[in-house]
């Protein structure tokens, strides 16, 4: 019988158990992959929601209510205008002698505020379609003996800073006159007549007719002009931003045609518009 030495036996025994450690490793289930956390869903972009910029202070077109909301005919109908093209809008109220900056910086997207289209305007701005027609007017105390807008050329007269009342003012009585009075608003202007500060006001005949009835006590009357050009108002985007402008006109489109402009114009003026207001040349870009 071979005898086994002590080195063979030990080197048999390594391989032994080397087949052993092979086996059991052939035997191992391979590990579970690991879980996978399902991929974050990105939340949906919230929808973009347009800085309408106004000056609150001209009723019956934009003005605040005892609880400081902004309320008026421009507010809605460029609410109504809004909701029609699928659009999200809210209103800042800001002031009137830097509000054609503020879009023009960005911090306003548009601006209704009783503006006028006019050809200066119109090289910084860009306007949708008209959607109210307008005409200065003059307002005098019920005793005074002015007629006619001629009568004003000598007389101290107040207008709302920058507002085509202060145009034509200006041009009859000179760049440098001082009897041109000018302030922050028409209802200031018209304080001011009420307490023999000025003697005539100049300013949209919207704003001139709701002042005057709604204050009976400063017995004031109004002028109507035949040399008053028309106008018409008209909402503001900035310069070139075709796609907003695009929008807002398809909305005021949309309320002409199924009447909401109508009944807008009714609830603040009494009655529904002679004629809708037509798109004209100067609205256009």
Not at 119 to 143: G, M, N
Not at 144 to 153: G, P, Q, R, V, Y
Not at 210 to 224: D, E
Request: proline share 6%; net charge neutral.
């Amino acid at each position: 019988m071979p005898t086994i030495t002590t080195r063979h036996f030990l080197k048999t025994t390594s391989v032994l158990l080397a087949g052993l450690v092979l086996a059991a490793c052939g035997k191992q289930e391979p590990a579970a992959p690991a879980a996978t956390a399902p991929a974050a869903t990105p939340p949906a972009a919230a929808a973009k929601v347009y800085v309408v910029g106004t000056d609150a202070a001209y009723a019956p077109f934009e003005s605040q209510n005892e609880k400081g909301e902004i309320v008026g005919f421009d507010i809605d109908v460029v609410k109504a205008a809004a909701q029609k093209a699928g659009i999200e809008v809210k209103f800042v109220n800001t002031p009137w002698e830097g509000i054609f900056n503020s879009v023009a910086q960005g911090d306003r997207d548009l601006l209704v505020s009783a503006i006028t289209i006019t050809p200066e305007r119109r090289q910084t701005l860009d306007f949708s379609a008209p959607y109210f027609d307008a005409q200065q007017l003059i307002a005098v105390k019920s005793d005074s003996k002015i007629a006619k807008f001629d009568d004003l050329k000598k007389l101290k007269v107040g207008v709302q800073n920058g507002t085509t009342g202060d145009e034509v003012i200006t041009k009859l009585q000179g760049k440098d006159s001082p009897n041109v009075k000018r302030f922050e608003s028409t209802p200031l202007a018209l304080k001011e007549m009420e307490g023999g500060g000025v003697d005539a006001v100049v300013a949209d005949n919207g704003v001139v007719v709701h002042y005057v009835a709604n204050n009976p006590g400063s017995k004031f009357k109004t002028i109507a002009d035949s040399t008053f050009a028309a106008e018409q108002y008209g909402i503001a985007v900035k310069k070139g931003n075709a796609e907003l402008l695009e929008k807002i006109n398809q909305g005021l489109a949309g309320i002409k045609e199924d009447g909401s402009y109508a009944r807008i114009y009714t609830q603040y003026f009494g009655a529904a518009p002679a004629a809708a207001p037509a798109p004209a040349a100067a609205a256009s870009k």
